[in-house]
């Protein structure tokens, strides 16, 4: 169907969940290994063009995540869930979990020769230390990945680990914090 922009309407067959050939035929789950430093007061949208200009120093992070690819969307698009445990060490150090929801992209033209993947999540977070930010928060976590064309399920992970009010949306908080983590996550 056509619609009156010009633009094409999404029909039932343009989504495609666990048909032959789609993310039934692929690795679905993936195990996220994660470490990263607090990167202090900056704000997300400078980390996001120039993450060496936090202020770093103030903490550090380690966690782990497992997901599931849970739908494909046309032929580059992936939808997966993720539920991940972590620790912050340092001076807002405490226990955190995050449940979250990527859209990822997967069809660089330069694929065949590094696979290049990049996500975005919404999700909750929660952090063990009322003392350091609210308990429950906005988690979004960018990422970036790269593997081998002849170890696609070996994947580096560049992801911001952002944890945040939404503008005021949970508890009236207006600040966030963000962790630059670098990982690996193996797929199978």
Known sequence: MTLPCGGTALSADDI???????????????????????????????????????????????????????????????????????????????GEGWAAIYLRYEGFPWDNLIRTTVGISTGLDYLSNPEFEEHVLHYLGPELTFALPRHPNTELVFRYHHRSGAFGTFGGVLEGSNIVTLGLRLRR
């Open 16 to 94: 495609v969940l666990f048909a032959p050939g789609s993310i039934s035929a692929e690795p679905v789950w993936g195990l996220t290994f994660l470490a990263g430093a607090s990167a202090g007061d900056a704000r997300l949208v400078d980390l996001l063009f120039t993450p060496w200009n936090g202020e770093f120093g103030h903490g550090a992070f380690g966690g782990v995540a497992i997901s599931r690819k849970i739908a494909r969307l046309y032929d580059h698009f992936a939808f997966e869930g993720e539920i991940g445990l972590g620790a912050r060490f340092g001076e807002n150090g405490g």
